[in-house]
């Protein structure tokens, strides 16, 4: 996944907590090799490769994901797009490179999650259009975390938790019974001190948290970072961060993406509508969050 991934469990055995783990991350890895961008063997790469040309079979895992990526989707009205992929490459976060008005405009014809085609039943994927790319990097880390709790559980582990980067998902209680103490990076920290604006308490759900913090570079002013609107191309402007807590982390990933560009005022009003809570720092560094979320949340007082 190209980030640091950690596995914790509650087992009464060295030896049964290994075998566990183990499982898990092979669970973690078989995904990556499925479902990630940038590799020509994925599952991703062979849809990308057919686009408007042949609907390709691939794994149920891709399917599933596929699947839970155009929910997402329709419930943000677009806001969350995985066929973003033509307009990512147009950005290099290392280099700071970032395209032209008229190179955007060209390609954004490209990007519309209603043009990935589906059949579950027979485990296919098509696009629509030649130059359609999927890029599920909004909601893969999430789906890997999930998969990994799945098989955490079948291996008989009642609690534990599985961090992808920002993308965590807890279940069961700590040894001491109490819920899983999660952290909320501040998204304009300046060093340790203040990494931490606030910690919540999480159990049998997931948290992630994006920011504009995280692959970015300034250009005459200007932050360019890596969450980019489906519709114009450009870094969504509206926020600093979104923390979502939801039952799934597939869920908790893609929204807090697609909430990041809704805004906070849609996007806590769709959090609302959705039964989840989050956490929104604004442009201005203004917090909102769930009215159901107060008391439930403690900010810290360097923050």
């Known amino acids: 996944m190209n980030t640091i991934v950690t596995i914790t469990v509650v087992t009464a055995t060295e030896n049964a907590a290994d075998r566990a783990i183990e499982n898990a991350f092979l669970k973690i890895e078989d995904i990556e090799k499925k479902v990630n961008f940038h590799s020509p ?13 042949a ?25 969350f797009d995985i066929t973003i992929g033509p307009v990512t490459r147009l950005y290099n976060f290392f280099t700071q490179q970032k395209p032209e008005d008229l190179t955007l405009n060209n390609t954004l014809p490209l990007v519309n999650y209603r043009d990935v085609l ?6 296919t994927a098509y696009l629509r259009n030649r130059g359609m790319l999927i890029d599920p990097g909004g909601i893969a880390k999430g789906y890997a975390a999930d998969r990994a709790v799945e098989i955490l559980r ?15 998902r807890a279940f069961g209680m700590k040894p001491d019974g109490k819920p899983w103490k999660v952290g909320i990076r501040n998204p304009r ?20 948290t994006s920011g504009d913090y995280e692959r970015f570079f300034i250009s005459n002013g200007k932050r360019y970072h890596h969450i980019l609107s489906p519709k114009t191309g450009r870094p969504a402007d509206r926020c600093r961060s979104v923390t979502v807590i939801a039952p799934e982390g597939y869920l908790a990933d893609s929204f807090s993406t697609g909430i990041f560009i809704l805004g906070p005022e849609k996007g806590i009003k769709l959090l609302e509508t959705l039964g989840y809570h989050g956490v929104i720092v604004d442009s201005e560094g203004k917090i909102h969050m769930t009215p159901d979320l107060r008391g439930k949340i403690e900010f810290q007082r360097n923050s």
């Not at 063997?41 to 490769?49: G, T």
């Not at 920290?189 to 992630?208: C, F, P, V, Y």
Request: no cysteine.
């Open 189 to 208: 920290a300046k060093g340790t001190e203040d990494d931490i604006m606030a910690t919540t308490e999480l159990t049998n759900a997931a948290i992630s």
């Open 118 to 123: 589906i059949d579950k039943n027979n485990s």
């Open 154 to 168: 079948q291996q008989g582990i009642v609690s534990g938790i599985v961090a992808i980067a920002g993308d965590i």
């Open 55 to 79: 609907e390709v079979k691939v794994s149920p895992d891709t399917i599933t994901l596929l699947d839970n990526a155009l929910f997402v989707s329709e419930k943000t009205q677009g806001a």
């Open 41 to 53: 063997a994925s599952d991703i790469a062979l849809i990308n490769k057919s686009a408007g040309i």
